[in-house]
């Protein structure tokens, strides 16, 4: 299994911080999960000009073709002015309506306050969805409150994350049983 994170903002760590949480805890629990953080800061990413994923080559090929070729895709992004960073909403104007198809994709914001709770609800989900996601339902919310010298320090965000990773591998295992057992129906 081939699982992708992305760090959505190229500016600011707590993104970043708790995207190293997530792939930590899969690396401890699931050591046959290869997994891939990407983080958009360390990235030259070109902008969407409306080409076919595979003709984008350096670093904007590199991480159209890794997010294209894995089971599952956790996304984790800052809200800013209520929305999504426009580097996060590029990636996914990079990829083909269709990119997410077959692949869970769980989410995980960070936020400077409890008002843009609801941002993943009204913005992400709604992208994802389109894109043909299996989307995890429940997501990871992280106050600015709950990090102190680049570490949350919110136990119960430390259980959210370890539970969102359960539920990511879990929903990618029964996914892709039910997916193999449907084309084991067809004989060719």
Do not use: W
Not at 37 to 62: K, V
Not at 134 to 147: A, G, H, L, M, N
């Amino acid at each position: 299994m081939k699982i992708v994170g992305i760090s959505g903002s190229i500016i600011g760590s707590k993104t970043r911080t708790a995207m190293n949480y997530i792939t930590k805890e899969i690396a401890d629990k699931y050591p046959d999960v290869e997994c891939t953080l990407i983080d958009l800061a360390e990235y030259q990413i070109q902008f969407s000009d409306g080409r076919n994923y595979l003709e984008y080559e350096g670093d904007t090929g590199f991480v159209a073709k890794t997010i294209m070729e894995a089971d599952a895709i956790v996304i984790g992004t800052p809200i800013f002015q209520a929305s999504i960073p426009a580097t996060l909403k590029n990636i996914f104007d990079l990829l083909p309506v269709s990119a997410f198809r077959d692949k869970v994709v769980s989410m995980l914001v960070t936020a400077g306050s409890s008002k843009h709770y609801l941002v993943a609800e009204q913005q992400l989900k709604p992208i994802i969805a389109y894109m043909k996601g299996q989307i995890v339902q429940t997501y990871v919310f992280i106050e600015e409150k709950d990090f102190h010298n680049k570490e949350i320090v919110n136990d119960d965000v430390l259980f959210r994350i370890e539970r969102l990773v359960e539920d990511s591998i879990l929903l990618t295992e029964t996914y892709t049983k039910l997916r193999e057992a449907k084309e084991a129906m067809y004989d060719f």
